[in-house]
């Protein structure tokens, strides 16, 4: 066959393993973590749907080498503790079955660590943090029994089976402390001279090298820049590269710091895809060791470019085989218009977070694995009708075809996608909007009968006669009874696609949630003036942290935002506002945009109870929530009947 992408595709050799293609699955990091540091069976079924989706190496991370001086609630290899032995075992297998190359991940987190079983931070110099606490310096002795750490947990990986070590040298963790001028103030052999300041990474190496063998690989992944102040650059990136990269078998060039820039790390869906990859260029010119890039890709055009015109070697990918584990094998299949594509929302890091768990907002088997990531026949074929062409019902409709169930998929407008459709247009909402009409290509595929401009009332649903009816009419904006809501001068947020081009150049935005929020940055992009005004003390608190920490820096200096302030009556001048003292106040506006929120629809989801057997009532219709809430109900909705 002739593939689309062929580079992407080719194989590649690191040491003495075959990667099957150039597609990594990136490191993360599990869920039901005993607390003996031991890998539980939902975090082994996460890296197993990644090799299954054809990665060509899958790396589990992270795993803490030294828990006297790290006891960061992180994976462990411990000789005398069975369960993490066999635990780790039973994930390489579950891994190398599905023809990908196992990987382990070997970390410590020095002054970063999670020390609630220490109380003693270490790092390569004595520090005080901004929360007070202390760091004190690692001593020679420490150190040589860290180094030493690495290569006993190295040895233990490979006899349980995993078949590449990656050593992490960036975002911040202790090896990079080491690199950095901002952590390193030593004055002994190990800091001063950027040469001094690498010698901890290169007796880790050899540590690990003598514990493996020869030809085993070694990955060693680094920053390629430091993005805070005092820290090290590209320019210092590419010599402490030049140093590392003659000792290991592949570099992996990511950048910044989890504790100082997240969002560069983790690239927001503010940023352009393949962000960092010029980091990953830079630096392959000046060694001869295989690059990997990492960071915002998922693109198999942009990835193909990246490989074909020589800026790296591999491509790795973390949130964009959550969103779609089967990305890579698709990529294989020439089938890259079914790739679901991440939003870079955060979800999946703000769940962790929250809950210790794992959640995707667009993938709802993710967390969920060991339940089950092959959706099966049905025993029984059933007839479904599906009322609502949203995400949730989207979901719902692909599941149930899947099964085998006949499906009729209804929407009462003239296409399919629900609030997704709302983001067109919108450069950094682009996936959301490209997931929509990915759904409707895969639904298509599956055979589902979509009929558009088709509400579904009872009448109807009940000449039907399905067998199940699921439920996911959704949600409408709450309209604020204010004077001058029906002028020619206010949109609905949710009507801003349609009526783009009536938009001034002076706006003013009544609603600060994180639609209204988005709205701000999206107009802002645009060099429009935006206002945005909240009744509550606080904007976008149904965002999740992380989202909502990034849209705040980017409202920061662009956006003047008036918190508890209300709207009183829209004029053709613009918005008036009572504000916190009750003073009235005009801000002036050719344009006001409403987005106070949604409400649900749920006359109309009554009005269905009693038009099938089996009614399930999903998404936006039950309460406004989110996207992630209808997928997976839409989903199990769907599983259930």
């Not at 990246?306 to 779609?324: E, F, H, N, T």
């Not at 218009?337 to 993938?363: D, F, P, Q, W």
Request: charge should be negative; aromatic fraction near 6%; include cysteine.
């Amino acid at each position: 066959m002739t593939r689309k992408y062929p580079h992407l595709c080719s194989p590649i050799q690191i040491g003495n393993v075959t990667f099957r293609n150039r597609m990594s699955a990136a490191p993360v990091g599990g869920t039901d973590i005993t607390p003996e540091g031991a890998i539980g069976r939902r975090s082994i079924a996460l890296f197993e749907l990644r090799a299954k989706g054809g990665a060509a190496s899958v790396t589990v991370g992270e795993l803490i080498v030294h828990p006297e001086t790290d006891a960061s609630p992180m994976f462990r290899l411990d000789a005398s503790n069975l369960s993490s032995i066999y635990g780790f075992a039973y994930t390489a297998d579950a891994i190398a079955r599905h023809g990908a190359i196992p990987c382990a991940e070997l970390s410590h987190g020095g002054r970063f660590a999670d020390l609630q079983h220490v109380g003693v931070k270490y790092g390569p110099s004595a520090a005080t943090e901004p929360d007070g606490s202390e760091v004190r310096e690692l001593g020679r002795d420490q150190i040589r029994d860290i180094v030493s750490s690495y290569g006993r947990t190295a040895a233990l990986a490979k006899r349980t089976g995993f078949e590449m070590i990656m050593i992490h040298g960036g975002h911040g963790w202790l090896i990079n402390q080491f690199f950095s001028p901002c952590y390193n103030h030593r004055t002994d052999e190990y800091g001063g001279t950027l040469e001094n300041r690498c010698r901890l990474a290169l007796e880790v190496i050899e540590s690990v090298r003598d514990a493996v063998g020869p030809g085993f690989p070694i990955e060693f992944r680094m920053s390629g820049r430091e993005s805070m102040e005092g820290g090290y650059g590209l320019d210092a990136a590419v010599k402490i590269a030049e140093i590392i990269a003659p000792h290991i078998d592949l570099l992996h060039v990511s950048a910044g710091s989890h504790h100082q820039q997240f969002d560069v790390t983790h690239p927001s869906m503010f940023m352009p895809h393949g962000v960092n990859v010029y980091l990953a260029a830079e630096i392959k010119k000046h060694v001869s060791t295989p690059v990997a890039t990492v960071g915002a890709l998922g693109d198999p055009d942009l990835m193909e470019e990246i490989i074909a015109s020589g800026k790296a070697d591999i491509v790795s990918m973390a949130r964009s085989l959550l969103a779609d584990p089967y990305l890579p094998r698709k990529v294989m299949e020439n089938r890259e218009e079914e790739i679901i594509r991440c939003m870079r929302c955060y979800v999946c890091n703000a769940e962790r977070g929250k809950t210790a768990s794992r959640r995707c907002a667009l993938n709802p088997v993710i967390g969920r694995e060991i339940e089950g990531f092959d959706v099966l026949p049905a025993p029984k074929a059933r007839k479904v009708l599906i009322a609502g062409g949203g995400p949730g019902g989207m979901e719902a409709a692909l599941t149930a075809a899947r099964r085998g169930h006949q499906t009729i998929l209804c929407e009462k407008s003239d296409r399919l996608g629900g609030i997704p459709n709302c983001e067109e247009g919108v450069p950094f909402k682009e996936a959301m909007f490209h997931f929509a009409k990915t759904m409707e290509n895969l639904l298509r595929k599956e055979g589902v009968d979509i009929r558009l401009n088709t509400p579904v009332t009872a009448a109807y649903a009940e000449a039907e006669r399905p067998d199940a009816l699921i439920c996911a009419v959704g949600s409408e904006p709450v309209v604020p009874p204010l004077p001058g809501i029906d002028g020619k001068n206010v949109v609905m947020v949710t009507d801003l696609p349609a009526r783009r081009m009536e938009i001034g150049r002076r706006v003013a935005i009544l609603g600060g949630g994180q639609a209204g929020c988005e709205t701000a940055i999206h107009l802002a992009d645009e060099g429009r003036s935006v206002t945005l005004v909240e009744a509550r003390g606080e904007l976008a608190p149904d965002a999740n942290e992380l989202h909502h920490n990034i849209m705040l820096d980017q409202l920061s200096g662009r956006v003047t935002v008036k918190l508890g302030w209300a709207g009183v009556r829209i004029e053709e001048a613009g918005l008036v506002c009572r504000d916190k003292e009750g003073a009235e106040e005009l801000i002036g506006a050719d344009t006001v945009i409403v987005a106070a929120g949604q409400r649900a629809r749920r006359e109309d989801a009554d009005s269905l109870l009693d038009a099938a057997p089996l009614v399930y009532r999903i998404g936006d219709c039950v309460a406004p929530r989110d996207m992630t809430a209808a997928i997976y109900q839409g989903y199990h909705a769907a599983l259930d009947v």
